[in-house]
Nanobody
Framework: VQLQASGGGLVQAGSSLGLSCAASGRTFSSNVMGWFRQAPGKGREFVAGITWTGITTIYGGSVKGRFTISRDNAKNTVYLQMNSLKVEDTAVYYC?????????????????WGQGTLVTVSS
């Protein structure tokens, strides 16, 4: 599975931004998809995960209630809608895929990674 994340940019605190991750590879629809982020000087943090059906989602505590993950298997794409952005959301955002039906929050449980897209939130 190859992953290509897009949609990052510079926004003001309180605004919204949507990220997309396009996947190629015939196993996409059966994979769990996740979003992680890495802020400058920090480790990679779990943001959100979604099962292949889209029925089950899990969010990291710092984004719960503000971010929404979704997927469109027909388009081989997973999305991350980010609302009420805060300065501390500034990070490189990565999409990831794991060949399992169970969402995990640890980065080493994911098999494939996109290149990352930078989100900068200004005050």
């Amino acid at each position: 599975v190859q992953l290509q994340a897009s949609g990052g940019g510079l926004v003001q605190a309180g605004s919204s931004l949507g990220l997309s991750c396009a996947a190629s590879g015939r196993t996409f629809s059966s994979n769990v998809m996740g979003w992680f982020r890495q802020a400058p000087g920090k480790g990679r943090e779990f943001v959100a995960g979604i099962t292949w059906t889209g029925i089950t989602t899990i969010y990291g505590g710092s984004v719960k209630g503000r971010f929404t993950i979704s997927r469109d298997n027909a388009k081989n794409t997973v999305y991350l809608q980010m609302n009420s952005l805060k300065v501390e959301d500034t990070a490189v955002y990565y999409c990831a895929s794991r060949t399992s039906g169970v969402i995990e929050v640890r980065e080493y449980d994911y098999d494939y990674w996109g290149q990352g897209t930078l989100v900068t939130v200004s005050s």
